[in-house]
């Protein structure tokens, strides 16, 4: 039988969340940045000492289509894909990991993936109360 998908294949500008939040030590989502070989430079927009973000390189192998691997079972370890390359003027929601067109931003910021689109910005005003 032939897949008419395309194999998953990393490439820049993705954005992938941890498979599970906590297990040994925690992780955070990222931007893909660059594929060398096997080996994939990311940027966390909330990473680094200070949480504004550093870049970092990650195994090319800990980058999955999805959360479950082909038997099922949920995947213990690495990231899956979470969104794709943005369409023209798009910028990142760090909230969500996810690329909006900038009038759907309700906060903007110069850091990049320190923005906040306006259904993150709506949740964090409930969680907050105001
Ligand atoms: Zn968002």
Redesign the pocket.
Known sequence: MIADTPPFKVRPQQTYVPCRQWNWQPSRPFVVELVEGGRVKVWEPFGGPSGLGCHRWVALASLHESGTTRTGKERQTGWRLHAGPPSQGQEL?G??M?W?DRDQLAVSAWGYGHS??A??KTKIDQVVGI
Request: with cysteine; glycine share 0%; hydrophobic share 10%.
């Open positions: 929601c909230s969500c996810t909006v906040t689109c259904p993150c």
